[in-house]
Nanobody
Framework: QVQLVESGGGLVQAGGSLRLSCAASGRTFGRYAMGWFRQAPGKEREFVAG????????LYDDSVKGRFTISRDNAANTVYLQMNSLKPEDTAVYYC??????????????????WGQGTQVTVSS
């Protein structure tokens, strides 16, 4: 059983930065691939970034490539999403998720077994 808690969301102006954190419980965090998803009002949850269990592979949605960076610290049971050059279109609730397929990184919601409660990111123009 893995429990995930996101933090770090808030209100920023366009062009600003935020760093989201996701703290995980459990002793097997290092076995899970981790992902960040986001959901805007009226839209489906979409993949943002993912990282393999040991951090060797990362994957990004084209909309955030070059602006966002996902990383993890397995000793601290934490995954991060550094968000730079934020745009109003990035406004959404951001969710952390864990996938048992630790050897790869998936983009599908169904690939992830555990989810956090979400943290709101609002980018003003």
């Amino acid at each position: 059983q893995v429990q995930l808690v996101e933090s770090g969301g808030g209100l920023v102006q366009a062009g600003g930065s935020l760093r989201l954190s996701c703290a995980a419980s459990g002793r097997t965090f290092g076995r899970y691939a981790m992902g960040w998803f986001r959901q805007a009002p009226g839209k489906e949850r979409e993949f943002v970034a993912g990282i393999s269990s040991m951090g060797g592979t990362t994957l990004y949605d084209d909309s955030v490539k070059g602006r966002f960076t996902i990383s993890r610290d397995n000793a601290a049971n934490t995954v991060y999403l550094q968000m730079n050059s934020l745009k109003p279109e990035d406004t959404a609730v951001y969710y952390c998720a864990a996938s048992p397929l630790g050897f790869s990184v998936g983009k599908q919601v169904k690939s992830y077994e555990y989810w956090g409660q979400g943290t709101q990111v609002t980018v003003s123009s």
